[in-house]
């Protein structure tokens, strides 16, 4: 039944993602405009694990960040912020995990949430599948430029696992060429569920192809 519901749902979000598109052909269909830098990201680890290598195991990760607005009102209009960080990986590939504003309790994390300030909590508001069952991963402001990212189970409290200091350089100034997909580039022990990739496909593979690159 709720994979039935997930394949619905994502061929209506894949019809919206390619309307809009087809729309704007010149640019992306939703995050337009982003800030793309490099960044330094420092897991620390969770003991207890939750089955997960890149969230249980420590390390120091160069990563690429991308900031925007979902729709990308000018100003403080309000708008649903996104952060998307891609790691790489020992194999030589590299991984992305999205995240959006939504809120922080359970439930609330699910939901998103437009603000009018980047400096917000995002979380991945869809969970993964992890050997102890499914989490959800967070990034919370810190400070100026640095974030904590966080795991929680769907109704367990946040946990810290890593830190993400953004660097002030020009190396990524345009974003043009930088695409974020979870779908074919998952992060070690972080496995979507069938349903959310049923959900969220149809919307990746519009932007896919309608992209003008």
Known sequence: MLETIARTAGGALGGVFGAVARVRPTLKPLHPRG????????????????????????????????????????????????????????????????????????????????????????????????????VLVGAFPTGEATLELRVATLTGPWRTFATLHLLDDATHASDSDVRFDPVINPLPGLAPYRWVNLLREPAYFAARRNSPR
């Not at 290598?53 to 729709?71: C, F, H, I, M, Y």
């Not at 603000?115 to 102890?132: E, I, K, M, N």
């Open 35 to 134: 800030q793309v830098i490099s960044a330094r990201l420092e897991r620390h680890g969770l003991v207890p694990p939750v089955g997960a290598p890149w969230l249980d195991e420590p390390g120091t990760d160069s990563v690429v960040v991308r900031r925007s607005k979902a729709v990308g009102t000018p100003g403080r209009v309000p708008d649903f912020y996104g952060l998307a960080i891609r790691a790489p990986l020992p194999d030589g590939r590299f991984g992305d995990l999205l995240l959006a504003s939504t809120g922080t309790l359970p439930v609330a994390r699910h939901l998103l949430r437009p603000t009018t300030s980047a400096d917000t909590p995002v979380t991945t508001l869809l969970p993964y599948r992890t050997a102890s069952g499914p």
